[in-house]
């Protein structure tokens, strides 16, 4: 055999094996559209996202616009996350909705509880706020910086301020160093410990001296480990102290 015909012969093959493998990532991207739109629990349905993020062209995106209208807003958020991550501007925008979306809806994910007085009543206050808990998380796993300018304002909405500072922390943007410092003063335990937290994944050891006027504080977060806010100030002093 020749070399030319050698040389044919190993670009067929080459070009046959990177059409197998083509269309086996076309069936495999197939199958996770489908297990994504099939999946009924909100955190199994984030987890097939994140592998569709890693995939993401204008077949999956389109896939899934409709979608970024669905009567759940957690479904939404799922769907958001993979535009976003894709950089379709349509994932964040839909993320920002949902934060700025109080009407009603059915019953859906993020709500475990139904209040029962002579018949069944979801409670809509409660799944409004579980809609827009699960969309700050999501902005906080995307680390954009430009979600800081939404999240900020939303400090001072007792839902989700909470989970704000968190997904402040995750996003590492240091103008939201000072709003976390002033939170700290905050009469709800949960959000001084919430706002801790974010200090020390932001490193601001700027804070330290805020961060001492806690030790002394006793009182215990509503949520989350049942640490004193002085323990958890303790903890992160010695950390920011230390360095990055």
Same mark, same amino acid.
């Given at each position: ?137 999501? $902005? /906080? =796993?995307?680390?954009? &910086?430009? @979600? *800081?300018?939404? !999240?900020?304002?939303? #400090?001072? +909405?007792? %839902? ?7 997904? $402040? /922390? =995750?996003?590492?943007? &240091?103008? @939201? *160093?000072?709003? !976390?410092?002033?939170? #700290?003063? +905050?009469? %709800? ?7 801790? $937290? ?6 601001? @050891? ?10 002394? %504080? ?27």
């Amino acid at each position: 055999m020749s070399l030319t015909v050698r040389a044919l012969v190993a670009a067929v093959t080459m070009f046959a094996a990177c059409a197998v493998a083509a269309a086996q990532q076309d069936v495999r991207v197939a199958r996770l559209v489908e297990q994504f739109k099939n999946e009924a629990v909100f955190w199994r349905q984030y987890e097939v996202a994140k592998k569709l993020a890693t995939v993401a062209d204008h077949g999956v995106l389109e896939a899934l616009a409709a979608l970024l209208a669905d009567e759940d807003r957690h479904v939404r958020a799922n769907a958001a996350f993979v535009f976003a991550r894709a950089g379709d501007r349509r994932g964040f925008e839909t993320l920002k909705a949902i934060l700025a979306d109080h009407s009603d809806r059915p019953p859906g994910q993020g709500v475990a509880v139904m209040s029962f007085n002579i018949a069944p009543r979801w409670p809509v206050a409660r799944q409004i706020a579980a809609d827009r808990y699960y969309a700050v998380h999501i $902005l /906080g =796993e995307l680390r954009e &910086r430009r @979600a *800081v300018e939404v !999240l900020l304002p939303l #400090l001072a +909405d007792t %839902d989700v301020n909470y989970k704000v500072m968190w997904a $402040l /922390g =995750e996003i590492g943007d &240091r103008r @939201a *160093v000072s709003p !976390l410092v002033k939170a #700290l003063q +905050d009469v %709800d335990p949960l959000v001084r410990v919430s706002a801790i $937290l974010a200090l020390e994944t932001l490193h601001a @050891a700027e804070a330290v001296p805020q961060l001492r006027r806690l030790l002394d %504080d006793q009182a215990v977060p509503r949520a989350g480990p049942q640490v004193p806010v002085a323990d958890t100030a303790r903890a992160a002093i010695a950390k920011l102290q230390k360095g990055p």
